[in-house]
């Protein structure tokens, strides 16, 4: 095979970078390139199919192996639509909460009360800028009676403990005056699929889009 096209590419959404960096790192996936996305797509998900596209098309030539780590996040099946036609595999299930948690247990979680607000470490650590801000909840906190009417409770799905931080979860839940609790799900099946796409090495490299870790 051509060596450049020996390696693997992971494109994730930048809400992921984080956790995908941890992962590589404890389990010395040298082999994965990834390609991050800006998380604020999650805000616009009709242009995260396009964005994709953009990214296989630039290296497809490049790498054995594409995987594409965003969930459905909300493309109505867009995203699906695209990587079916590219024979491209993606994370499983609706979004992020889902793949952390487990089908099973975000099934469970949600039977129990549908009027659930998630929380991942991610979220907790940038909730201003995507919540607040974008809501508007900073500058008109009257908004949030409206917004979260229909949720009763914040569960944070904590990946890593060591570097979780319950207390802001906590404080996010009283903000928006909803019941709190904790579940740790580690890494879910985000650390199963890759574990799955990680190939032998490649050049270890990471790409960012206009994305501080």
């Known amino acids: 095979?051509?060596?450049?096209?020996?390696?693997?590419?992971?494109?994730?959404?930048?809400?992921?970078?984080?956790?995908?960096?941890?992962?590589?790192r404890i389990n010395?996936?040298?082999?994965?390139?990834?390609?991050?996305?800006?998380?604020?797509?999650?805000?616009?998900?009709?242009?995260?199919?396009?964005?994709?596209?953009?990214?296989?098309?630039?290296?497809?030539?490049?790498?054995?192996?594409?995987?594409?780590?965003?969930?459905?996040?909300?493309?109505?099946?867009?995203?699906?639509?695209?990587?079916q036609a590219e024979g491209i595999e993606r994370l499983p299930g609706a979004h992020c909460y889902e793949f952390y948690?487990?089908?099973?247990?975000?099934?469970?979680?949600?039977g129990q009360e549908p009027g659930t607000f998630y929380l991942t470490d991610f979220l907790v650590r940038h909730f201003e800028r995507?919540?607040?801000?974008?809501?508007?909840?900073?500058?008109?906190?009257?908004?949030?009676?409206?917004?979260?009417?229909?949720?009763?409770?914040?569960i944070y799905l904590v990946q890593d403990e060591a570097q979780s931080d319950i207390a802001c979860a906590a404080a996010i839940a009283q903000r928006l005056g909803l019941e709190f609790s904790v579940e740790l799900t580690g890494y879910g099946e985000l650390e199963t699929s890759l574990r799955q796409v990680a190939a032998r090495p490649a050049e270890q490299r990471i790409e960012w889009a206009a994305w501080p870790r």
């Open 28 to 83: 010395g996936w040298e082999a994965l390139d990834i390609h991050c996305l800006p998380p604020e797509l999650h805000n616009h998900p009709e242009q995260i199919p396009a964005r994709v596209r953009e990214v296989i098309e630039a290296a497809r030539d490049r790498y054995a192996k594409i995987f594409v780590a965003y969930a459905d996040c909300g493309t109505g099946g867009r995203l699906d639509a695209l990587l």
């Open 101 to 110: 948690a487990t089908a099973q247990r975000f099934s469970e979680l949600s």
């Open 1 to 24: 095979m051509d060596a450049l096209r020996s390696g693997a590419l992971v494109i994730a959404c930048g809400a992921l970078a984080h956790e995908i960096a941890a992962l590589r």
């Open 130 to 154: 995507l919540v607040a801000q974008t809501l508007g909840i900073d500058r008109h906190p009257q908004l949030i009676a409206e917004y979260f009417r229909n949720y009763r409770r914040v």
